[in-house]
């Protein structure tokens, strides 16, 4: 079981397979075939340095930021609930994460909505969650697992169908999806940027330095600059004593400063690098899949596949995200009960995201206002998903994206109703709406007929 959780929870091996499959489906030489599958493999390790270097870089940057502004409370972190849950639902994670992907291929190949989801540790945390929470509403052990890979398989559908809109403004084409369980989010970011539809020209990649500041146009130097200074700001507040005793193993804290930073534009180049690689190969591969398997299948893949389309997007939605976090707390402070501190990573991963949709909505004001939203989002979400979460939300963490806020407070109101009858019966009314064809509209050419 373990082995099977480690095969579908790596998006490398999960993906590089999908391209052999597609590749060979295609009947491509033997050497297109290899080098495909290897750069595909390759492309999406790539990505997941560049991911690591980032968390590396961010972590520090959360600690700091608790010293330096005197504040506690639960952090939301996707690795750490998983951890926690994982310890007593392994196994029925594993179930409900391999059933559930079998449940996306059907709803792919049986419904209009034709989205295979490959971000395999997006869908074990997913799986994690559902195990728990149907664990909570009080099925069995065969009920667990049949409600759970369904309920997996619908929102491994649904939330990259939501983001689709978005994603063909963003990429000027319907060739790929958004595999990431934020898509909330990301909507919402892209509704909030519409608000700034005149503004949508003064887009984030069109801003205007001075001639002296040119340099600035480029992506790396601009996102090293702007952290190195974050990061300064934060160390002054947080004392040097804290970091080089805590955090920094004795180096200066300005050096150790210094070095996260450059390290967070380090991990951003090389992400962008992988996803370039990894879209090379896995479209095209892709279509073998879809011609064989699942016609006019979409692959929704993992969130920094949007990064490359507006990189100072990135790090402006980084920036409004965290900010929105910080409003949500503050909020929380005045209010009283629980406390979600706005954790470093989520708010970059998911407020990037939010900063790229929004502008491609309505531009610099989009990117900002829609990444901000996010924050907000991305912060109250998990205050309402803890109580459904039974012992697992005594935990001083939780889940942290969008879409994980949304279906567990969905599913955890109705085991709260009335247990596995009420999950039960929304999961057939859910599915009997997905089957539900598409409307067909007359074209005003020839009497054609198109499905909307």
Known sequence: ????????????????????????????????????????????????????????????????????????????????????????????????????????????????????????HHTLYMAAMLAVIMAVAGFNTFGLIAAGSIALGIIMTLSPAILQPFMRQLTGNDNVALGHFSAVGYAASGLVGKLFKGSKENNTENINFPKGLGFLRDSTVSIALT????????????????????????????????????????????????VRLVLAEIVPAFKGISTKLVPDAKPALDVPIIFTFAPNAVLIGFFASFIGGIFSMVIMVFAGGVIILPGVVPHFFTGAAAGVF???????????????????????????????????????????????????????????????????????????????????????????????
């Open 1 to 120: 079981m373990s082995t099977l959780i480690d095969i579908l929870s790596q998006p490398a091996i999960l993906v590089a397979l999908i391209a052999l499959i597609g590749l060979a489906a295609q009947k491509k030489k033997m050497s297109d075939t290899v080098k495909g599958t290897t750069k595909t493999f390759v492309g999406f390790l790539v990505i997941s340095a560049g991911a690591g270097i980032l968390q590396t870089a961010l972590t520090p940057f959360g600690a700091m930021f608790e010293e330096a502004f005197n504040v506690s409370g639960v952090v939301p972190n996707n690795e750490a609930i998983v951890a926690l849950a994982l310890t007593d639902y392994g196994t029925n994670t594993a179930l409900i994460m391999f059933f559930g992907m079998v449940v996306n291929i059907l709803i792919a190949r049986l419904t209009r909505y034709k989205y295979i989801f490959l971000t395999g």
């Open 227 to 274: 952290m190195i200074i974050m990061y300064v700001i934060v160390a002054l507040f947080a004392g040097p004593s804290f970091i080089e005793s805590e955090l920094s193993g004795g180096t200066n804290f300005l050096v150790f400063s210094f070095i996260q930073a450059g390290s967070f534009a380090a991990g951003v180049f090389i992400i962008l690098s992988g």
């Open 358 to 452: 929004g502008n491609a909505t309505g531009g610099f004001k989009g990117s900002i206002a829609g990444a901000f939203v996010n924050g907000i989002i991305i912060s109250f979400l998990p205050v309402f998903l803890m109580p459904v979460l039974g012992e697992l939300g005594f935990a001083n963490t939780t889940f942290s994206d969008a879409d994980f806020g949304v279906s567990g407070i969905f599913f955890g109101t109705l085991a709260n109703y009335s247990g596995p009858i009420a999950i039960t019966i929304g999961l057939i009314v859910i599915i009997a709406l997905m089957a539900i064809p598409a409307k067909k509209k007359k074209s005003s050419h020839k009497g054609e007929e198109k499905a909307v």
